[in-house]
């Protein structure tokens, strides 16, 4: 089965540590969604796998829309897609988009999870990454939320922000868990170049947290949601028991997906391809195929990316499984390059399978890195 994820590229305002692609043109929605309503037919010819599990809106800022718009392009995608099996179905929202009248209208066109981008309830933390909610907006989005019968309910929260130290972060965590968040994506501020953040690093007035308060507050995140009952399901994410998210999970399983909309990516199990992240030509050319750029995969690259999606989730790999699809040269190869890791408590071999302790998620990347194929 396959997942369908549309892109809503439309910001009011832009974050200060975003580098996602969005325009903050947003009278330019209408055009955009009925392009998507053309880009559908022929892209869903696209992936092998018809059969539809899961859709997601993302963005930029799909609570912009009015639902039922977000609802057309779901009825365009059932013209095409098997949309009868339908296992979630996911809306980003903006707190202060989410009024009782448009969270009634998401319930009702379909949508039964909202990921409400929440990032922090402290006001003066908001304020410096320019978000334009305040907490007590975040608050009564969620409240209302629940209320409405959202059952699933995600909020993204970051931490590693200077100037806002563990009892932010405490406190921020202790209100997610009152406010009945069954999933929770904590991500760890990164400042990327082409960001507010970033230019401000550059000229020296702003600094990223050193290595300790990283590690620190990792370990808090991980802590109290844990103590919570929440599993530490992957790097970023955690789940009350039954609530993981089947649209990402997906993503790191190597299930197909389609995505529509401008700088949308697709995997059809061979092949990664990808829409313009350009407004002008996205209204130019949906529906066509100079829309989108293409790599094939090769070995490598599926070995490590297998690496990569495995080795982020608590599951690991399993390395009958990795063996099936890589042979048993790789497989060695791999077990002699995880000697070090495996000494060391990076990595833990068990069940069958190699994984990364979520406690040690943090410094996932260099232990994943060092496990790659070179070119
Ligand atoms: S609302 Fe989301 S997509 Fe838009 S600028 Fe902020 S973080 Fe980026």
Known sequence: MAGLYFHIPFCRRVCAYCDFYKSVETSRMDPVLEAMERELPAAAAWIADRRIRTIYFGGGTPSLCDP?????????????????????????ANPDD????WIEQMLRAGADR???????????ELRLMNRRHTGRQAEEALRSARAAGFRNLTADLIFGVPGFGEQVLRRNLDRMLELGVTHLSAYHLTVE????????????IFTPVDEETSERE????????????????EVSNYALP??????????WTGEEYLG???????FNGEARRWAAASIDRYLAQAGTEALYEEERLCERDRFNEYLMTGLRRAEGIALERF???????????????????????SLLLREGGLAIPPERFLVSDAVIGALFEAE
């Open 114 to 124: 909202l990921s409400v981008g929440v990032q922090s309830f402290d006001d003066d």
């Open 242 to 251: 039954g609530f993981r998210a089947r649209h990402n999970t997906a993503y």
């Open 323 to 345: 063996e099936a699809l890589f042979g048993r040269p790789r497989l060695e190869r791999l077990l002699r390059e995880a000697e070090e890791p495996l000494r060391s408590g």
């Open 193 to 204: 170049p082409n960001t507010a953040f970033g230019r401000r690093t550059e000229r020296g």
């Open 98 to 101: 989410m009024s009782g009248a």
């Open 68 to 92: 039922g718009r977000l609802r057309r392009l779901v009825d365009r995608a059932a013209e095409r897609l098997d949309c009868s099996q339908i296992e979630e179905f996911t809306v980003e």
């Open 218 to 233: 990792f370990l808090l995140v991980h802590r109290i949601l844990t103590e919570a009952g929440f599993e530490h399901y």
């Open 260 to 266: 529509i909309g401008p700088a949308a990516h697709s």
